[in-house]
């Protein structure tokens, strides 16, 4: 079946570190991949997405691989902001499924940036 | 991107009322919707999925006579949690598809249900 394995936070980083969310999963066909951030407060919002192998996301100085042979969709910055203290939620999409591209999600993880 | 508005985003229930919940598209045709529940700490769960004028495609251990799900327009998803219990208290989310597989999901921001 389709689930996503995202690393367990919470994750507290200091202005300008470097971040590193961890995400894998499984998936029967070829799925596309997400990672979606959702603010306090507020709903889900697509971060980036990859849809094919080798694929990379980028967004406000995010980026992720979408790495078949790791099963992997790790989510990276350089340099993080207070501003990118929320919840992050990795997630595939089943393309191939019955259910029109439902999205599967990691439990998500929460990040607080200090200035 | 396109705007999907929840309402209301926080409501207080007594136990065994029924509580409805509004999905609307904006300002796109949401031909798919979906209906997540979200549990402390954990992830994301599919409740169902519904397209347009059809019923409800309800995930398993979902109780569909519990968690009423109409999409009569192509604009508006409503979930009607009925004869609501303290279990039943957690964060719903919508999220509303205009297109097929590949399109985008938009999603709501979230109710925040508290039964009492």
């Known amino acids: 079946g389709n689930s996503v394995t995202q690393m367990e936070g919470p994750v507290t980083l200091s202005e300008e570190a470097f971040l590193t969310i961890n995400c894998t999963y499984t998936?029967?066909?070829?799925?596309?991949l997400f990672w979606y951030v959702q603010y306090p407060g507020e709903g889900l919002q697509l971060l980036l997405k990859?849809?094919?192998?080798?694929d990379k996301g980028s967004n406000k100085g995010f980026e992720a691989t979408y790495r078949k042979e790791t099963t992997s969709f790790h989510l990276e910055k350089g340099s993080v902001q207070v501003s990118d203290s929320a919840v992050y939620f990795c997630?595939?999409?089943?393309?191939?499924?019955?259910?029109?591209?439902?999205?599967?999600f990691g439990r998500g993880t929460q990040l607080t940036v200090w200035p | 991107g396109a705007v999907v508005s929840q309402h209301p985003s926080r409501v207080i229930c007594k136990s065994g009322t029924s509580v409805k919940i509004e999905c609307r598209s904006l300002?796109?045709?949401?031909?798919?919707m979906f209906w997540y529940r979200q549990f402390p700490k954990k992830s994301l769960m599919l409740m169902a999925t519904?397209?347009?004028?059809?019923?409800?495609?309800?995930e398993q251990g979902v109780e569909k006579d519990k968690f009423l799900i109409n999409h009569a327009s192509l604009t508006l998803s409503t979930l009607t949690v009925t004869s609501a219990h303290p279990e039943d208290s957690s964060f719903y989310i919508c999220?509303?598809?205009?297109?097929?597989?590949?399109?985008?999901?938009?999603f709501g921001q979230g109710t925040r249900l508290t039964v009492v």
């Open positions: 990859a849809t094919k192998a080798d």
């Open positions: 999220s509303a598809k205009a297109g097929g597989p590949n399109t985008e999901a938009f």
């Open positions: 998936a029967t066909g070829y799925p596309s």
């Open positions: 300002d796109f045709q949401a031909t798919t």
């Open positions: 997630a595939l999409s089943d393309l191939g499924g019955s259910t029109l591209g439902r999205l599967y």
């Open positions: 519904s397209n347009e004028g059809s019923k409800a495609t309800y």
